[in-house]
């Protein structure tokens, strides 16, 4: 369960490709499968986490460091 900043709670699946560092917050990046996009969550946001046992593959071409060159990687 994902708490948005609206406080609305959605349920979502996600295939981390790495965690970042910014102002005090963790997050993580990766793709939504409910959306079919990249998207960026906070950490602090999730509400309730399930592992599931799937397999994925993070894209060849995804470089984090690229994606966000100022923010401290993990």
Same mark, same amino acid.
Request: with cysteine.
């Given at each position: 369960m994902? $708490?948005?900043? !609206?406080?609305?709670e !959605?349920t979502?699946?996600i $295939?981390p490709?790495g +965690?970042?560092?910014?102002n $005090?917050? +963790?997050y993580?990046?990766?793709?939504?499968?409910?959306?079919?996009?990249?998207?960026?969550v906070k950490?602090s946001?999730?509400?309730?986490?399930?592992? #599931?046992n799937?397999i994925?593959t #993070?894209? $060849?071409d995804?470089?984090?460091?690229?994606?966000?060159?100022?923010?401290?990687?993990i």
């Amino acid at each position: 369960m994902y $708490e948005m900043s !609206s406080g609305k709670e !959605s349920t979502r699946t996600i $295939e981390p490709y790495g +965690f970042l560092h910014y102002n $005090e917050f +963790f997050y993580c990046t990766g793709l939504c499968a409910n959306r079919k996009a990249m998207r960026i969550v906070k950490l602090s946001r999730m509400k309730r986490i399930q592992l #599931v046992n799937e397999i994925y593959t #993070v894209p $060849e071409d995804f470089n984090i460091q690229m994606e966000f060159p100022k923010l401290c990687i993990i």
